[in-house]
């Protein structure tokens, strides 16, 4: 999950509660979903959050939240930007792959250091989140007195958007003292060489020019010209992407940062070929929630008066209002920088929280039956255990991955004949390149933290029951989902034999018959690999993992491994 680095004591400064302890700040932010998992060398509160709060990526966003939360702060505001003095004219030569800008000022901000590591870490958080490491959305910070903006027809300052040749115009890029064409960025310049795949199969590249000449190059890199220090009062924020959409909110929660900072917003001018925009968009929407469905989901009876206070306790608006048949529902109005509300769940969900779901009281569901546990469950413990007897140490997961991880870095393909190469169930949207799909086995998982922990003791005997599906038409889903028993034993002499061993031993604790005959695998060495059949089914893959796998994970040890289905030991 994301983490980001917080202050505390800039956080009761921010909130105004300088009585708050360490103890009662960790309380509360758990409150609002966000949990401590520990502090940074510097002493900063290190604080993992659910990637649909973004406007909770810096310092102001989460206090924001703390003080609707201690009742400081009620209902929606919204600042009032002064009109544009600024333009942004997007020329035709704009590379087809990234079109779309956005942008505003941001008058009399005031930056001190700890400010200032706010503002870079909230665009820094926002690339690898929303903007998806940059490819949909990009951010650049400018020091607005070191722009100089083309005389406009209507008399506004106007910098452009075009697209540029790749040995075009020079500029100094930020963390460096000489000149560069944007070839020679992506060629030379660590930062270039990182983000060079963005953007080196464009025939033109993007690029922002004032009067003076080339000043950013997105999404590589901003130029040294107008660097943000803590001596900067008037910025220039501008984004690039693929999706206006996506910008638009990005710098929403941008300035909402940087006006809790004090600053004035600015609008800017967007002139399209086509068409021309005021930015930014500051406008709210609205969804309607029905009261019976609130009080149905929080299983608690509520006043229309504690639903709007509760609406209000979270940073929202609501009003009544009836439906044709006389049902009460509720009109919600949603702040710009709330990325995450697009069904009434998400609204529920802040409402129980401002209600407080530790202050929920338990109680029977109404219902004539007693829970008991699922067989597949059994099942699931009993292997489970006899894993841990085995010597193995137990993981959970996430479902959610990359193709990257589930596939390229084990050396398989989707729909390839091979253990763990299904189709993959995609996400439409995801947050995150890192989050794209549902894996289709455990193994990139159990490989993914022993990469994290190579910094740890061997041997490292890791497993995993959990969960992973597949495209299968056959299904009335259209999707196969299973539970897989992954296992890796990890150090310097480890080899078939050993996850042999305990694979026998697990199959013969369920009096399962187990065979292993040659098979070949991408991911395993040729030779080295068996298919895993029990009681006459093929069910999995064992075998020692190639040597190709383990440099891709940065593993200096030997690592054996196998998985199978679950319901194979049923």
């Not at 779901?357 to 413990?381: A, K």
């Not at 040597?547 to 994970?553: G, I, N, R, T």
Request: charged fraction near 30%; aromatic fraction near 6%.
């Amino acid at each position: 999950m994301p983490t980001v680095d917080i202050d505390p004591d800039e956080l009761r400064e921010l909130t105004g509660h300088d009585e708050k302890g360490d103890e009662d700040l960790k309380e509360d932010l758990f409150g609002l979903g966000l949990e401590f998992e520990g502090r940074t060398e510097e002493g900063t509160f290190e604080l993992e959050f659910a990637p649909d709060r973004l406007d909770r990526l810096s310092v102001e966003g989460i206090a924001r939240s703390l003080r609707y939360q201690y009742g400081d702060a009620r209902g929606i505001h919204v600042p009032s930007p002064n009109s544009p003095d600024w333009t942004i004219a997007v020329d035709e030569s704009v590379p087809d792959e990234r079109p779309y800008v956005t942008g505003a000022v941001i008058r009399d901000v005031k930056l001190d250091e700890d400010g200032l590591d706010s503002l870079i870490q909230l665009q820094e958080k926002l690339h690898a989140t929303m903007g998806r490491k940059r490819a949909k959305g990009a951010i650049g910070i400018h020091d607005l007195t070191m722009l100089k903006g083309s005389p406009a027809t209507e008399g506004n300052p106007t910098i452009e958007y075009v697209g540029v040749e790749p040995d075009g115009d020079r500029f100094v890029p930020l963390d460096s003292d000489a000149e560069m064409t944007p070839a020679e960025v992506l060629e030379n310049h660590q930062t270039g060489q990182t983000y060079a795949d963005l953007v080196s199969e464009y025939e033109r590249y993007p690029a922002i020019y004032d009067d003076i000449g080339l000043f950013s190059f997105p999404p590589v890199i901003n130029g040294r010209r107008t660097e943000v220090s803590t001596d900067s009062r008037d910025l220039f924020v501008e984004m690039t992407g693929t999706d206006q959409w996506t910008i638009d909110k990005m710098l929403n929660i941008v300035c909402y940062a940087l006006a809790a900072r004090g600053a004035t917003i600015e609008e800017v001018t967007v002139e399209y070929p086509d068409r021309e925009l005021v930015r930014p968009d500051l406008s709210t929407k609205t969804k309607t929630v029905a009261h019976d469905r609130i009080e149905t989901i929080l299983g608690i009876g509520l006043d229309p008066e504690d639903v709007i206070d509760l609406a209000e306790r979270s940073g929202l608006e609501a009003e009544r209002d009836e439906t044709e048949d006389g049902d009460l529902v509720y009109e919600v109005t949603i702040p710009p920088y709330r990325v995450d509300v697009l069904h009434p769940l998400d609204i529920i969900d802040d409402l129980g929280r401002a209600y407080g779901f530790n202050d929920l009281e338990p109680r029977y569901p109404d219902v004539g039956t007693v829970g008991g546990r699922h067989e597949r469950s059994r099942l699931e413990r009993a292997v489970r255990e006899g894993l841990v007897g085995l010597g193995f140490e137990d993981l959970l997961n996430f479902h959610m991955i990359s193709e990257e991880e589930n596939y390229d870095r084990l050396d398989i393909s989707p729909g390839e004949d091979a253990y763990g190469a299904g189709e993959p169930p995609t996400i439409k949207g995801p947050y995150s390149e890192d989050f794209t799909m549902l894996r289709t086995w455990v193994m990139p998982s159990l490989l993914m933290v022993l990469e994290r922990n190579t910094h740890r003791a061997y041997p490292q005997n890791l497993a995993e029951i959990g969960f992973a599906a597949e495209i299968d038409d056959s299904e009335n889903t259209g999707v196969a989902e299973g539970r897989r028993v992954g296992a890796v034993l990890a150090h310097h002499d480890t080899g078939y034999e050993d996850a042999k061993a305990r694979l026998q031993a697990l199959a013969r604790n369920f009096d399962a018959d187990l065979e292993t005959p040659p098979t070949d695998h991408p991911t395993f060495i040729s030779g080295r690999t068996a298919a895993v059949v029990i009681d006459g089914e093929e069910a999995g893959v064992i075998g020692e993992v190639h040597p190709k796998v383990l440099v891709e994970h940065d593993l200096e040890v030997p690592v054996s491994a196998f998985e199978f289905d679950l319901e194979a030991l049923r």
